[in-house]
């Protein structure tokens, strides 16, 4: 099982990034797939999820109408447009799998099976 993170870097603020997430994950289960950033000197935060299907999304209030969180299950890879960026936005952002087991719980960090190594993303002012 591995979770690889990349696509971060360096934007002035008002830009935009995406970030991947291509997950090698156990084909016979289906797994929600989530977004969370931890800045220097702060905890961990929910970004974005999406459900298994893709056909539902779930955003933090500060990113909502910035970020988009999508899904491509053919090519096992997750998406995070970022766009309008802020200082306050810049962090390591991880992505995480959740099996689905009947139900799913997209901000709820200690509920993901599964983490990527982290890809930073830093906003200059």
């Known amino acids: 099982v591995q979770l690889q993170a990349s696509g971060g870097g360096l934007v002035q603020a008002g830009g935009s990034l995406r970030l991947s997430c291509a997950a090698s994950l156990p084909t016979h289960k289906n797994y929600g797939m989530g977004w969370f950033r931890q800045a220097p000197g702060k905890e961990r935060e929910f970004v974005a999820g999406?459900?298994?299907?893709?056909?539902?999304?779930y955003y933090a209030d500060s990113v909502k109408g910035r970020f988009t969180i999508s899904r491509d299950n053919a090519k096992r890879t997750v998406y995070l447009q970022m766009n309008s960026l802020k200082p306050e936005d810049t962090a390591v952002y991880y992505c995480a799998a959740q099996e689905y087991n009947g139900s799913y719980h997209p901000d709820r960090a200690r509920v993901y099976d599964y983490w990527g190594q982290g890809t930073l993303v830093t906003v200059s002012s």
């Open positions: 999406i459900s298994w299907s893709g056909g539902s999304t």
